[in-house]
């Protein structure tokens, strides 16, 4: 069971809060009480039951208040013996980001207990209410660090790139989510699936990349790079950049989502998923209901 966190070690964890602001002249401050925000979500992971969303009590709520829960949700993970494998960027494309009504991405971290390899049986069990995503991953391969990154840094630190599949989740109860409930909740994280196959980016446009997705052999949807950010390794730069401001690097090893090719799909026991990826080869996942 988890115990209640010493104060001030996000540093230690390699996390870092985002800046607090008073809510004053338009600005925001963050919720009164993050830790106990961040128990509650804590809880709704452990126990499977969704709770309300925040934004419900306080619909002025936004990133930063968001970004304040998830400093000590991911703290109290990590001292559970979580581990970060990588991060996760989401809200990517224009279309997503019109929808909640921001102009940049969010992000989380990926943990190491929810990365499978492809072909993989995804038990339901272990989600409340998950949906499919096909994305391009970055590899890490050199420590990456902002500010001050570009797209020719971010390209040189990168091992390669491979075909995945994201799990996306809410412990939000009917995925009423506002921008602060789902960057509170890890960015609506769940599990990762990745292909063995790692590419090198040399001679690899990975904005011209396109996938197929198929659920038990009939097509779902399709997509291609661009739809991250115009660029997948300009997401790579936007989050290196980012974590830079908080004294946070991308490490070799770190794996980086890119953000969705498609729209997210429903999940149900019994589907297989498959993504095929040009360039990249295919991602499988099996769902089961246990």
Wanted: hydrophobic residues 45%; proline residues 7%.
């Amino acid at each position: 069971m988890h115990q209640p966190a010493a104060p001030s070690v996000s540093r230690k964890l390699g996390w870092n809060p985002q800046p607090q602001r008073e809510r004053q002249k338009g600005w925001l401050m963050p919720i009164a009480d993050p830790h106990a925000a961040a128990s509650i979500l804590y809880e709704a992971r452990r126990t499977g039951v969704p709770v309300e969303p925040f934004t419900d009590s306080d619909p002025s709520l936004g990133m930063d208040d968001g970004y304040a829960v998830q400093e000590h949700l991911v703290r109290m993970l990590l001292e559970d013996g979580e581990r970060i494998a990588g991060y996760k960027v989401g809200l990517t494309s224009k279309p997503m980001q019109q929808m909640v009504g921001v102009s940049s991405p969010d992000y989380g971290p990926v943990l190491a207990s929810t990365v499978y390899a492809s072909g993989a049986e995804l038990p339901l069990t272990r989600f409340i209410q998950p949906r499919l995503e096909a994305e391009i991953v970055f590899v890490l391969g050199e420590r990456l660090a902002g500010p001050g990154v570009s797209v020719a840094d971010a390209s040189r630190a990168t091992a390669g790139v491979a075909a995945s599949m994201e799990i996306i989740d809410s412990r939000i109860v009917g995925w009423r989510i506002k921008l602060a409930d789902t960057v509170a909740d890890l960015a609506s994280n769940g599990a990762v699936a990745i292909s063995s196959r790692i590419v090198p980016l040399a001679g690899l446009d990975t904005r011209l990349i396109g996938m197929v997705l198929t659920r038990n052999g009939e097509l779902v949807d399709t997509g291609a790079g661009a739809a991250a950010l115009g660029d997948p390794l300009a997401v790579v730069a936007w989050l290196a950049n980012t974590l830079g401001e908080h004294g946070i690097a991308l490490e070799p090893g770190h794996l980086v989502m890119t953000g969705s090719m498609h729209a997210a799909v429903p999940m149900a026991a019994g589907d297989v998923f498959r993504a095929d990826f040009d360039r990249l080869g295919p991602v499988t996942v099996r769902v089961t209901e246990k």
